[in-house]
């Protein structure tokens, strides 16, 4: 019996066969002819489906099927190969060609987790197929979308600028926001529909190109809204305009500066304090107003929870007294250093308004979920019915993934 036939009816017979085992090694073994996988993409048993997901020789039609397979751990290994896992730049463009239709129907996956997979790989790749990097970028699910919208090289400002038209959520803006380069065109439309979160978040990105005539007017409604003030106040580059609005408004611990700015000089400097001088409090700071801008309660705030660091004693019921006492400039600098993070990304956070962002702040912080509740509703004021509560009473209600991701945005 010529040996061709005699390895068909091998695999045949395990085909056939009552041998999961078998089954399962023939579905993962990359020199099992595609005709065969193609029958074991409708094996019973998930694990043997799972092996012909992941298998690179699958042929496409059978990876078709499995894109829409019940189990979700079929389609999460299917997603896995789809995005090119382990393989070089140049093979992964090529299965991205290939394999369109899949990843099209992967990215609507009813599995967070599996399109998560994608975005995974698609937010940072600049070959990445754009209609699916799009589709992503739209997805309602946090941690799939703010990825995308945060450094996906691929969307360009007409994608970013139709995903604002469609008023999107909070968190989605701020991703945009915080992108490494944000043109003149998005910040225009951040500045005209955004949340005041996102556009406090686009102020202190030096990356972000802000027209003068858009700081100005945001300077002016920045009496109202005091979160855009310092980001906007620490700009590297300020017009004549903007600074001359903001002496008008800004809060009297930010005058100093407004004074310490390299632009101070000069007739600027004397159209400034005339600005000042016209204000209720006659432009004087505080006594305790410090030359950053800061006052001597908050450094005093921040020398407590730094030397208590030092000394080891930033306790969790020192967080607690604290939080209770409502010693935000405290807490903000305290959390800080427990979590290793910069203060003004901590406070970024809290200004948010996001129970996903404190729950995960009081992770990084090594704090419980419990004290993420509280975060979320003594410090940071997130809305009632948009409270994140701990699982179970005790556990994140997040994975570890989730709160990995939900920090990055605020990098």
């Known amino acids: ?165 469609d008023d999107p959520p909070d968190w989605a803006q701020e991703a945009i926001a915080g992108r490494a380069v944000v043109s003149a065109r998005v910040t225009g439309a951040l500045a005209g529909r955004g949340s005041p979160q996102a556009v406090a978040r686009m102020l202190a990105n030096e990356g972000a190109e802000i027209e003068d005539a858009v700081m100005e007017d945001l300077a002016d409604r920045s009496g109202d809204i005091g979160a855009w003030q310092r980001p906007m106040a620490e700009r590297p580059t300020l017009g004549d ?42 432009g004087a700071a505080p006594d305790s107003v410090a030359a950053d801008g800061r006052s001597d309660g908050e450094s005093a705030a921040a020398a407590k929870a730094r030397r208590l660091h030092q000394a080891r004693k930033l306790s969790n019921s020192v967080l607690a007294v604290a939080l209770d006492n409502g010693e935000t400039d405290f807490l903000v600098v305290a959390l800080a250093l427990r979590a290793g993070l910069p203060a003004a990304r901590v406070r970024r956070m809290i200004m948010a308004k996001s129970g996903r962002t404190m729950m995960a702040l009081a992770w990084r912080a090594g704090l419980s979920a419990r004290f993420g509740l509280d975060l979320q509703r003594d410090i940071s004021r997130v809305p009632p019915a948009a409270l994140l509560y701990a699982r179970d009473g005790l556990e994140f209600p997040l994975t570890i993934a989730e709160m990995k991701a939900q920090l990055a945005i605020f990098e």
């Open 241 to 282: 305009g903007v600074l001359l609005r903001l002496a008008r408004v800004v809060a009297a611990p930010l005058l100093g500066l407004l004074r310490g700015r390299k632009e101070y000089s000069g007739a600027l400097a004397r159209r400034m304090e005339a600005e000042m001088a016209a204000r209720p409090d006659g």
């Open 1 to 165: 019996m010529p040996q061709a036939i005699a390895e068909y009816q091998r695999i045949a017979s395990i085909i056939r066969g009552d041998d999961t085992a078998s089954r399962r090694a023939l579905a993962a073994d990359p020199s099992t002819p595609p005709e065969a996988l193609f029958y074991l993409a409708d094996d019973a048993d998930v694990a043997v489906r799972r092996a012909v997901a992941g298998n690179p020789s699958t042929p496409p039609q059978a990876d078709a099927k499995l894109a829409r397979d019940a189990d979700v751990s079929v389609r999460c290994a299917l997603a896995r190969k789809a995005v090119g896992d382990g393989l070089d730049d140049t093979a992964r463009r090529n299965l991205w060609r290939m394999g369109f239709t899949i990843l099209e129907t992967l990215a609507r996956d009813q599995a967070v987790r599996v399109r998560k997979m994608l975005t995974d790989v698609f937010a940072g790749s600049a070959d990445a197929p754009r209609d699916i990097v799009v589709g992503l970028a739209r997805d309602r699910e946090e941690t799939v979308a703010s990825p995308v919208l945060r450094a996906s090289p691929v969307l360009t400002d007409d994608d970013v600028i139709d995903i604002l038209a």
